[in-house]
């Protein structure tokens, strides 16, 4: 399944946010953690990651700092602020707006289903 641009952009403070509300990270576990809680449904890549990253760093929902690696390589690793919390807590609350009006209108209508090569059932309202 092929996960709309647009949702996934809408979707990606909210998600950034919340990974690192988990714990401080860096880019490359940030895009393993969203393809492991997408259960692979969502890929995202560098370059849709870092200005969602950067964004956020201006709007100081997010801080960031470089570290050694074990390896001896440097990785930038970003931190959730107290303003990035308080920013989660909203997006929150407007995605569980959406999620609920959403989910209204689907259980007030059965969805259209193909009934023939070209033609659809009409939706009909449930009774209640």
């Given at each position: 399944?092929s996960?709309?641009?647009?949702?996934?952009?809408?979707?990606?403070?909210?998600?950034?946010l919340?990974i690192l509300?988990?714990?401080?990270?860096?880019?490359y576990a940030?895009?393993?953690?969203?393809?492991?809680l997408?259960a692979?449904?969502?890929e995202?890549?560098d370059?849709?990651?870092?200005?969602?990253?950067?964004r956020?760093?201006?709007?100081?929902?997010v801080?960031?700092?470089?570290?050694?690696?074990?390896?001896?390589?440097?990785r930038?690793?970003?931190?959730?602020t107290?303003?990035?919390?308080?920013?989660?807590?909203?997006?929150?609350?407007?995605?569980q707006?959406?999620d609920?009006?959403?989910r209204g209108?689907?259980?007030?209508?059965?969805?259209?289903?193909p009934?023939s090569?070209?033609?659809?059932?009409?939706?009909t309202?449930r009774?209640?």
């Open positions: 399944m996960i709309n641009k647009d949702l996934i952009a809408a979707s990606s403070t909210p998600i950034v919340s509300a988990e714990g401080d990270s860096y880019g940030i895009l393993q953690r969203v393809r492991e997408s692979g449904r969502m995202w890549t370059g849709m990651l870092y200005p969602v990253l950067h956020l760093e201006r709007l100081g929902h801080e960031s700092r470089w570290e050694s690696a074990e390896t001896g390589r440097k930038k690793y970003y931190r959730i107290p303003g990035g919390h308080a920013q989660l807590a909203e997006e929150r609350r407007q995605w707006a959406v609920s009006t959403l209108i689907w259980d007030a209508f059965t969805l259209p289903v009934v090569a070209g033609s659809w059932a009409t939706p309202l009774a209640a």
